[in-house]
């Protein structure tokens, strides 16, 4: 099989399945990130085009809407017969429909399958996901799938995984601000991180998003398993649903302003738990002050 896009998901997601033996085909934009994979075993293909050429499963995990489409676009070019394209990537139900269409003028089968997780999850094997699109094409990779990560959601024959999507991530990044307000105010107040961390993770509010941030938190670590930039990329994927659908989203506003202020001043490569950075920076109490 073949996956395109090796950043901070694909990766994980190729290592996983050369961990599982399936024999692999790899693509990346920038060619440098291929070859760890190279090294354990990937074939590194030169093109999106020729990837296809070489497999009937093709896995996309990319940035945004425009990557997939360009990507999407050079895989059904010239597609082998029995093509099953499955994409990963968040993006807009929009893009995605359009990505159907060629994808049904070529023949090829196309499930839509973002993720929820992030590459720890990956790695541990836990990763869930969100797919819509013609079951049959699902039972015929659902071994792939599966050696990615156990569950598996069919919620239609359409775009309504890409909507379920964005409806996780609107609770995550609203968590996501949450914990930091709720960590500036119990730090500000005197209280260690770590106990604040302990309590959280511990009471009604402690979701597995809390336990996946705890670790990077304590150790001030805010490393990108998920950018800033993209998480201000899927808000404004939501803004645009609300906006086509009529619905009023206060909170998903104010989630779009607090991002883009993260993103200027500087934490747009960051892990976008950097919300709680940013905001540590802007409150009276100092580092001094701080317990940890
Ligand atoms: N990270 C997470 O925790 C997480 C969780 C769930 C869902 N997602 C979603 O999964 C997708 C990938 O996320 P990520 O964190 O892996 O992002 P990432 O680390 O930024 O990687 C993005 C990938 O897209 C490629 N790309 C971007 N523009 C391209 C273009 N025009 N043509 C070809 N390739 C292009 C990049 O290639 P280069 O290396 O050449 O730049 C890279 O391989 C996103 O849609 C994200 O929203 C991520």
Known sequence: MGLIGLGNMGTAVAERLLEADFPL???????????????????????????????DVVLTSLSDDDALEAVAGDVLSEPRPGTV?????????????????????????????????????????????????????????????RAIGPTVHHVGEGEEARIVKLTINLMIAGLAQLMSEALVLGEAAGVSREALLEVMGSSAAGAPFVKYKTEPLLRDDYSAT??????????????????????ELPVARDLKGLLRAAVEAGHADDDFIALFLHLRSASRYSDQEVVR
Do not use: Q
Not at 85 to 101: E, G, N, W, Y
Not at 226 to 247: N, P, R, S
């Open 25 to 55: 085909v790899v693509y990346n934009r920038t060619p440098s990130k291929a070859e760890p994979l190279a090294a354990r075993g990937a074939t590194v293909a030169g093109s999106a085009a020729d990837l296809a050429g070489e497999t």
């Open 226 to 247: 998920f950018t800033t930039a993209l998480m201000e990329k899927d808000i404004d994927l939501i803004l645009d649903a609300a906006e086509e659908h009529g619905v």
């Open 85 to 145: 394209l499955v994409d990963l990537s968040t993006v807009s139900p929009a893009a995605s429909a359009r990505v159907a269409s060629v994808a049904e003028a070529a023949s090829v089968d196309y499930l839509r399958a973002p993720v929820s997780g992030n590459p720890s999850v990956v790695r541990a094997g836990t990763l869930s996901f969100i797919v819509s699109g013609p079951r049959d094409a699902l039972e015929r990779v659902a071994p792939v799938i």
